[in-house]
Each structure stands twice: as structure tokens, then as C-alpha cells.
């Protein structure tokens, strides 16, 4: 068990809602990553957080924003969901200046848009 | 990343080796090859990786042969607890160790181990 957590765990809303889940890195990293996981397929990046700025971002719309706050944490929002935005939504953690060094994952938020 | 071509799933039983091989043709001089393990339900979480020839650690061994087109992950005597995807990434080392910037994962091979 790692030392990421996210919440929540599970959530269902509904098309055109926004929603927001959070992340919370292991200790000492300063660095979260978020990825999206369709059903059955590996996770896809969507963007990075570092110094609460984003620090690159994959091929996902606009919608998709997130935040970092000073104690490393992170937000992801998803505005105007879209039933294919139902997914498993996983944040990672690494530290940024310490090279080599592996990423943790949390355990997932598993979105649900109806 | 580099693209890799792996097998979707493979079936095992309990005390036998699994290994599981990784193409990527276009792989670059300076890539690694990482491997990542996800359970059901579960984040992903790095296992190994390598350069050239062979590393072995407590989980896995990966071996990589000269020309550095493929790679094998070998699984030691699995158990039940070994049911996973296993994922096969080639690409800037630190990156992909520290699930970096634009870090894709393809469909990776469900190993599924049977008693």
C-alpha cells in the first residue's frame, strides 16, 4: 500500500455535471501526476502538477483542469462530463529533483457519468 | 515512448515461471525498458527495469538481448497473488520510473494464474 490517496474511492454523476477529485501525494513528493483508465485499458496521461503549475499535459480537452495546493495535494475537475469520461482516475506521486526514483500510484477514483 | 506490442493475456498455474515478452523495434539508443504491475482495482506500481542484458530484483527478472528489440519479463514460481496486468513501457528511464510527462500505457497482458 502505497502512501497516495484519493477520494473519493467511488461517484456517479450525471452527463453535463462537473465533478472533482482529489489526491493526496506521499510524503516528500512535490510532484502528481494524474492518468485516466477506460475499462480494460492501460492509463492514459492526462497532466502533471509541479510547484502547484501545470508541468505538461496529454491529449485531453479543455475541461479537464486541475490545481495543486502547497502542501503537494492536488485537485483534478472535469467540467461538462460525458459518459465517456467514466473511467478510473488515478493520481501519482514522485519527488521532481530526485531522478530515478519511482512514482507511486494511489488506489483510483472510478468515475461513473450516466 | 517507443510502441510495444505485447500479448493481451496469458494463463499460468501456481508454482510455475511466467515470462512474458515485450517488442519494441523502434526502441531508441538511450531508452529503458520498464516494466509496471497493476492489480484489480489497484494503481499501477513499477517492478523493474533495464538497459542492457539482465537485472533481477524480488519480483521479477527482465532479460534483454543484444540487439534490444524485445525484452522478457520472467515471473518466478507465481502465485495467486500474481493475477495482474503487467505493462511494458520504453522510454526515457527516469521518466517512465517516475511516471512522468505524457506517460502512456498501452493494453499490457493480463496474466491470469490459476491453482
Known amino acids: 500500500e502505497t502512501g497516495v490517496t484519493q477520494s473519493p474511492t467511488h461517484l456517479i454523476k450525471t452527463r453535463g455535471q462537473q465533478v472533482t477529485l482529489r489526491c493526496s501525494s506521499q510524503s516528500g513528493h512535490n510532484t502528481v501526476s494524474w492518468y485516466q483508465q477506460a475499462l480494460g485499458q492501460g492509463p492514459q496521461f492526462i497532466f502533471q502538477y509541479y510547484r502547484e503549475e501545470e508541468n505538461g499535459r496529454g491529449n485531453f480537452p479543455p475541461r479537464f483542469s486541475g490545481l495543486q495546493f502547497p502542501n503537494y495535494s492536488s485537485e483534478l475537475n472535469v467540467n461538462a462530463l460525458e459518459l465517456d469520461d467514466s473511467a478510473l482516475y488515478l493520481c501519482?506521486?514522485?519527488?521532481?529533483?530526485?531522478?530515478?526514483?519511482?512514482?507511486?500510484f494511489g488506489q483510483g477514483t472510478r468515475l461513473t457519468v450516466v | 515512448l517507443a510502441k510495444t506490442t505485447q500479448p493481451i493475456s496469458m494463463d499460468s498455474y501456481e508454482g510455475q515461471e511466467v515470462n512474458i515478452t515485450c517488442s519494441h523495434n523502434n526502441i531508441a539508443t538511450n531508452d529503458y525498458i520498464t516494466w509496471y504491475q497493476q492489480f484489480p482495482s489497484q494503481g499501477p506500481r513499477f517492478i523493474i527495469q533495464?538497459?542492457?542484458t539482465k537485472v533481477t530484483n524480488e519480483v521479477a527478472s527482465l532479460f534483454i538481448p543484444a540487439d534490444r528489440k524485445s525484452s522478457t519479463l520472467s515471473l518466478p514460481r507465481v502465485s495467486l497473488s500474481d493475477t495482474a496486468v503487467y505493462y511494458c513501457l520504453v522510454g526515457e528511464g527516469d521518466m517512465i520510473k517516475a511516471a512522468g510527462n505524457k506517460l502512456t500505457f498501452g493494453g499490457g497482458t493480463r496474466v491470469l494464474v490459476k491453482p
Open positions: 533495464g538497459y542492457k
Open positions: 501519482a506521486s514522485s519527488p521532481y529533483e530526485e531522478m530515478n526514483t519511482e512514482a507511486f
